[in-house]
């Protein structure tokens, strides 16, 4: 089982809107709503931003979102702030061994 | 509030066994999944394994099967990842979460357990 492909790095500038997409296949991402993903800044333990696609956890800013298009799930981060400047990981159950696989990972920065 | 606090850091040689720890606490231990995570130097997350504590039912990665033992003591609430012979390419952070709001995803980590293995 591959991970999940994500754009090596994403940035932006403070206020502006971003999306990280997470490609999967009809096996993980595309076959379930079970997309989640993680914010982890550097030398910290990951914490999950959002879960089941498109569910915030309590205690997470609304400006981060999800979204899920056919083998493609998508985090938005609207309003852009210097605090968001981390790492962000997507995950998905799969139907195939391993259950679950992450993505990649994205390097976000903001500019 | 869900708590999960690991073991210190460790150093070992190549070919030493190790387990580390993973205390949960601020929840029904017994009742969810609890996994364990690998981020090598400089590498994204990698998923190892789950186990559920009530039952001791144990899934693992192909990547991670017969490399790692993942076990759980629900009487003190604390799951387990030992080795029995380390590689240097055993070297890595390794993070345990809990999945209490659902089996489908992490929603508290603990700090992390670095692991450095070198002769």
Redesign the interface.
Known sequence: ?S?LTQPASVSGSPGQSITISCTGTSSDVGG?N?V?W?Q?HPGK????MI??VIKR?SGVSNRFSGSKSGNTASLTISGLQAEDEADY?C?S?TSS?????????TKVTVL | EVQLVQSGAEVKKPGESLKISCKGSGYTFTSYWIGW?RQMPGE????M??IYPGDSDT?????FQGQVTISADKSISTAYLQWSSLKASDTAMY?C?SMS??P?????????TLVTVSS
């Open positions: 089982q991970a379930y079970y989640s993680y982890q333990a990951p914490k999950l879960y089941d956890p990981y995950s159950y061994s391993p259950l679950y696989v992450f993505g990649s990972g | 995570v994204g997350l990698e998923w394994g789950i899934r693992y990665s192909p990547s993070y979460a709001g659902s489908y995803y992490f929603d508290s980590w603990g700090q992390g």
